[in-house]
C-alpha cells in the first residue's frame, strides 16, 4: 500500500488559505512573533501532510496598511505599495518558518523582485502545486486599491481552488461581534448576499462578489485553535461556509 492511500480522505484537493498580517503578531502590537509564526506554519504542514495542496495570501497590516497611511494624509497608491511590500516581507517569514519543518514552499509576488522571490506566473505556480510545493501568493494584486482579501480570491481561483479558507480570531461568522456581544449568534452557512447586505465584514465587497460570481466557497474559521485547519478538511470542528 502506498503512504497516500493510509492519509485521511479530505473533503478538498487544494485550497487557499488566507490570513491577516496581525494574526503572525501574537500578542505583540506590530511586527511579526517568530513563535506565532511557527505556531501558523505546523497548521499548515498538518494540512499538508494530508496531500492536500495549499495556496497562502497573507496581509500586511501587521507591519504597514496602506488605507491607514492614506488616511493620515499619504497618497493612497504610494501607500498600498508599501502595504504589498509588507506582504512580501510576511511571506518570506512564513516561507522561512514552513521549511524549517520540512514543507517546501515558493513566494511568488505579484510585484517582480527576482531577488527574493518568484515574479507571478501562473503556470508556473500551478506547477508548484503539483509538485505538492506551498504556494504563498505576495504582494497582492499587484494593483493599489485592491486588498489582499481580492488578492485571495483572484488566486484562488486563477489556481482553480475548491475553497478559501479564512482563518480569523473567532470561529465563523456572526451578526454581530462576539467579543461585545454575549448574545452574538454564529453562523452555520450563509450566503455570499446576506454578508453583503448585512455588512458581516467577513471579507471585503470585491472579494466576496468574486467569489460568488465563480462559486467558490469560502470557510471561515479560527486559526488560534490548535488543529482548527485540519479539522474542517476532515469535516470536523466548527466554521461558517459562505456560499451560493
Known sequence: MSGDE?????RYRRVLLKISGEALMGDQGFGLHPPTVSR?????????????????????????RGLAGSAQGMERTTADYMGMLATVMNALAMQSALEQIGVFTRVVSAIPMDQVCEPYIRRRAV???EKKRVCVFAAGTGNPYFTT??????RANEMS?????????VDGVYD???????????????TYDEVLQQHLGVMDASA??????NSLPIIVFSLDEPGGFRGILAGEGTYTTVHG
Open 6 to 10: 493510509t492519509k485521511p480522505v479530505t
Open 176 to 190: 454581530k461581534d462576539p467579543k461585545k456581544h454575549s448574545d452574538a449568534v454564529r453562523y452555520d452557512r450563509i
Open 40 to 64: 501558523i506554519a505546523n497548521e499548515v504542514k498538518s494540512v499538508h501532510d494530508l496531500g492536500v495542496e495549499i495556496c497562502m495570501v497573507i496581509g500586511g497590516g501587521n507591519i504597514f
Open 127 to 129: 506547477r508548484h502545486l
Open 161 to 169: 481552488c475548491e475553497a478559501i479558507f479564512k482563518g480569523t480570531k
Open 208 to 213: 466576496i462578489a468574486l467569489a460568488r460570481d
Open 149 to 154: 482579501d481580492t488578492a485571495a480570491t483572484l
